[in-house]
């Protein structure tokens, strides 16, 4: 989509132009679906979460700087929409323990370049705490201290459920370490990609 034409479209979403808003979310909804999956349990909850997003898209627009690009905007939105659906609707007694989170998927193949539809389906049978805070750190970039303040948790507590992720991936994977951090790197790689962000990603582990 070319720069001057999805500015005409914010423009009319701005007048709240009900055509203008159907064009924005047939055009970005692809790209900020990718968002929701990371952070969701299934397609079913990622669309719940992606029509909360637009409709606070669509109702704080005028509020967006033009001087920024609107795809980093709106992903800061889907973004906050996940956490803001992860905190309403799941309990942190009930994230530890989930049977889906012991399956492995015990492919020769995996030590091989995996797709990023095959990584996305793996870290969504993460229970949802491990998922959301891989996410955030992982491939996200945040930090542990940025993490906490988001979900309302301690800083130790993200680094324990970021290493608890990685024995889960790992079990569910049947690969080493050094082969998780390649695989991450790939989603990492290709998030980016399709996020089209400036934001600098971290790539060392975390040794805390």
């Known amino acids: 989509m070319i720069e ?27 790209f ?3 968002i929701c999956l ?9 669309s719940d979460v992606l029509n ?8 704080n627009i005028e509020k967006y700087d033009k001087s920024w690009p609107f795809k980093a905007w709106l992903s800061k939105i889907m973004y906050n929409a996940s956490i803001d659906y992860y905190r309403t609707n799941l309990k942190w007694s009930q994230l530890v323990g989930m049977d889906k989170s012991d399956i492995k998927i015990n492919e020769t193949s995996v030590e091989h370049k995996l797709d990023y539809e095959d990584l996305l389906s793996i ?4 229970p949802p705490t491990y998922r959301i805070v ?28 970021l290493h608890k992720a990685r024995l889960k991936l790992q079990q569910m994977l049947s690969v080493p370490q050094s082969v998780l951090i390649l695989l991450v790197l790939e989603l990492r790689k290709a998030t980016i990609n399709q996020a089209a962000l400036g934001r600098s990603m971290k790539i060392q582990e975390d040794h805390d």
Not at 38 to 46: G, H, I, P, S, V
Not at 123 to 126: A, C, S, V, W
Not at 152 to 159: K, L, M, Q, V
């Open 32 to 34: 900020a679906m990718k």
């Open 123 to 126: 870290i969504q049978r993460l």
């Open 38 to 46: 990371r952070y969701a349990e299934n397609r079913y909850e990622a």
């Open 134 to 161: 891989f996410n955030l750190y992982a491939v996200d970039g945040y930090s542990h201290e940025e993490i906490a303040e988001m979900l309302g948790i301690t800083a130790s507590t993200s680094r324990s459920n």
């Open 4 to 30: 001057k034409e999805l500015q005409r479209i914010i423009d009319g979403c701005i007048e709240q132009d009900r055509h203008s808003q159907e064009l924005l979310y047939k055009k970005l909804y692809g």
């Open 52 to 59: 909360e997003g637009f409709f606070k898209a669509f109702t």
